[in-house]
Nanobody
């Protein structure tokens, strides 16, 4: 029912910034939660940021608080992730996800996923 496409990844030096985009083919107000997850080689997929698109409320993992910001453009059915002060530990494949059931920080609870966009930070 929902197709997600990520873009904006790339290679940057430590301390740099990137903005990721997630475009949803369709998204209804009945399933307003959208999130960014990331997965590095040899590590499990972890939640980065979540947005409740119904009112714009945002939630962040402690590792990115103060550095990353998730935002929305409801008219375009698009969610963004602004990433500042990047460091090598942020290097990962970043995935957009939508429509969780229950715990919004559990990747297994999300119904829809994008293919991912790679972020590489050199130090």
């Amino acid at each position: 029912q929902v197709q997600l496409v990520e873009s904006g990844g790339g290679s940057v030096q430590a301390g740099g910034s990137l903005r990721l985009s997630c475009a949803a083919s369709t998204y209804t107000y009945s399933r307003p939660f959208m999130a960014w997850f990331r997965q590095a080689p040899g590590k499990e997929r972890e939640g980065v940021a979540v947005i409740y698109t119904g009112d714009g409320s945002t939630y962040y993992d402690d590792s990115v608080k103060g550095r990353f910001a998730i935002s929305q453009d409801n008219a375009k059915n698009t969610v963004y992730l602004q990433m500042n002060s990047l460091n090598a530990e942020d290097s990962a494949m970043y995935y957009c996800a939508a429509d969780p059931r229950g715990n919004i920080w559990d990747s297994k609870r999300y119904k829809y996923w994008g293919r991912g966009t790679q972020v590489t930070v050199s130090s």
